[in-house]
């Protein structure tokens, strides 16, 4: 469709030509343009049926625009090329591509202010997660984490133990944690999954707390194969929830997040080398 409407346009604006364009009529515009072209070389004719079209296209809307009315494209086009010289029509060009250009860096300039806030924002929520963290290794540690399978008569079925000490000043009525399951020797671990539980009664300041949690058999824990007295569970605490069911606090800070922190600093950069022509 943008094909057929460049082509239109193309034919009735430099399909002939005069020294000044003359778009009073169809006629008097074909036979301006041959004039216009008449003593041009190969180079020359391509680099006016170039600024013709942008000319042509500036303000005209997007192509659906244009086709849906090719002819008010054409009126239009012919309007703004009527009485201009050749020399003209180039400068025409350059202002309207100086202008785009302008344009371009005002926008980039206010989309990398935009961005740079979101970045802030992330590396904030980043930064009070690395702190919460660290509060959480300290304040709650965790120990004897394990996995294995359990067999019974008729299935066999995963099973998480933990242990952990509530060193804060309240009491934890949920855990959640990060994990991964590692064995010696081989470089990719055997399984990387969440896993959190609320603890019936919670965990008073002091107590330490045991669990033993039997995930879903059908779940990613229930498909881990393998010697599992060989593996290792190395769970890390990422958040623990008060009385109130809220945070107390929250190392989380998603994959989700991590890509789109990069993908935001990887457009900040896009847009700092356009603001900077």
């Known amino acids: 469709m943008k094909k ?14 005069e020294v000044t364009i003359d778009a009073t009529s169809k006629e008097a515009l074909q036979a301006s343009m ?30 659906f625009q244009i086709a849906a009315n090719p002819d008010l494209a054409i009126q239009s086009a012919s309007t703004k090329l009527h ?18 250009e302008a344009e371009k860096i005002a926008e980039a300039k206010l989309r990398a202010v935009e961005v740079q806030k979101e970045i802030e924002q992330l590396e904030q929520e980043k930064k009070e997660a690395l702190d919460a963290l ?34 804060t000043d309240t009491a934890i009525s949920r855990a959640y944690f990060s994990s991964r399951l590692v064995e010696s020797g081989r470089s990719v671990p055997h399984l990387v999954e969440d896993f959190n ?26 498909s881990v194969k393998g010697d599992t007295s060989k593996m290792d569970l190395l769970a890390v605490l990422t958040r623990i929830d008060g009385p109130d069911d809220k945070p107390i606090y929250n190392s989380s ?6 890509s789109k922190l990069a993908a935001l600093q990887a457009e900040l950069t896009k847009l700092q080398a356009i603001a900077s022509l």
């Open 197 to 222: 539980f609320t603890i019936a009664g919670g965990i008073e300041p002091g107590e330490t707390y045991s669990a033993v949690l039997e995930p879903n058999m059908f779940s990613k824990w229930g």
């Open 134 to 167: 660290a509060l959480l290794e300290s304040k709650v540690p965790t120990f004897d984490a394990k996995f294995y399978i359990k067999s019974t008569k008729y299935m066999e079925k995963p099973v998480i133990e933990i242990s952990l000490t509530n060193n």
């Open 83 to 100: 009485g201009l010289t050749k020399t003209q029509i180039l400068m025409k060009r350059d202002e309207i591509k100086a202008k785009r």
């Open 4 to 17: 057929v409407v460049i082509a239109i346009l193309t034919m009735v604006l430099i399909g002939c030509g």
């Open 34 to 63: 041959a004039k216009m072209k008449e003593n041009l070389t190969v180079a020359e004719r391509e680099e006016l049926q170039k600024a013709i079209m942008v000319i042509a296209f500036d303000g005209a809307g997007n192509i």
């Open 253 to 258: 800070f998603s994959d989700r997040k991590e």
